[in-house]
């Protein structure tokens, strides 16, 4: 059974840093792209970062660019999502998922989440 489980969220100051993982279990981490979506009650889900299954391949909103980075480790069956320069705006939950690609690909498989929480 496909699952993924996040982690890492919580409360930090504007200008902080929370390091966000998403462990998978149930398939092999290597065959998959993993993205990261946030959403904010009342609002639509939307994009983060993604990186491609060779790892390759990473893309970011351009909201998060030169802030955030996504990393992942096969072996570990875990992606990473680094987050710096945390702004208020950045709270939200964050959603790790599993797919076929990062260009518009389909995201099948999904996570919890976990909350996020900038304060200014």
């Known amino acids: 059974q496909l699952q993924l489980v996040e982690s890492g969220g919580g409360l930090v100051q504007s200008g902080g840093s929370l390091r966000l993982s998403c462990a998978v279990s149930?398939?092999?981490?290597?065959?998959?792209?993993i993205g990261w979506f946030r959403q904010v009650p009342g609002k639509a889900r939307e994009g983060v970062s993604c990186?491609?299954?060779?790892?390759?391949?990473?893309n970011f909103a351009d909201s998060v660019k030169g802030r955030f980075t996504i990393s992942r480790d096969n072996a570990k069956n875990t992606v990473h999502l680094q987050m710096n320069g945390l702004k208020p705006e950045d709270t939200a939950v964050y959603y790790c998922?599993?797919?076929?690609?990062?260009?518009?690909?389909?995201?099948?498989?999904w996570g919890q989440g976990t909350q996020v929480t900038v304060s200014s």
């Open positions: 998922a599993a797919g076929t690609n990062c260009r518009g690909g389909l995201f099948a498989s």
């Open positions: 990186i491609s299954s060779s790892g390759g391949i990473t």
């Open positions: 149930g398939f092999t981490l290597d065959y998959y792209a």
